[in-house]
C-alpha cells in the first residue's frame, strides 16, 4: 500500500460576496491588480455585476486607489441599474470622498432598495480636472474583456456623456470599455 502525504486541514478563505456581507461583486478582491482613473469627465463608465442575490441594496462599495482632482462639487456619483437599463437609484455626491483614497460605502439614495435576484450594472461618472483612481483587475484587450458578449449585455462599457447631477434614467448605447472596474452591492 502507498502512502498518502498529508497538508493539514484545508483553510476557507472568503471568497463569496456573501461571506463579506454583499450582496454581490463584479470580482473577487483578490482578482485586483492595479487602479486607474476614470478616464473621461461626464462620461457613465460601468460594470455589470451577475447573479445578484435578491435583497435589500443600501449601497454600492469600491475602493480608491487615487485621490480624483479638483472634482466639482455635486455631479460625482455611482448609481445602479437593472441588467434592462433602468435606473434603481443613485447615490449621495461622491466629490469629497473620491478626494482620499481607500475603501468607500456610498449610499444609496432613498434607500434600503428592494432587488429581485439577477444582474444589475453600476454607473460611475465625475465632473472635474481628473477622475478618482478606481480599483480594477487586469486592463486586458477590449476585445478580450467582453469576450463572447454585444450590447447591451456588455461586462465592461460606458454609456451615456454629459452626466452631471443626475443619473440617466435609462443606459444609453453601451460601448465595450477595457477597465474591469470592481464594485460590490450591499
Known sequence: MGSRAYYGPAVQVPHQPADRGYLAWTQPPYALVAGTSLPTAGTLNLRR???VR???ATSIVTYVTAAGNTLTAGQCFAALYTAA???VAQTVDQATAWTSTGLKTMALAGGPHSLAGGDYYVGVWFQGTSGPGLVRSGTIATPLTNAGLAAPNLEAATANTGVTTTAPATLGTLTASVFEWWFALA
Open 49 to 51: 455585476l451577475r447573479r
Open 85 to 87: 437599463g433602468a435606473l
Open 54 to 56: 435578491a435583497g435589500a
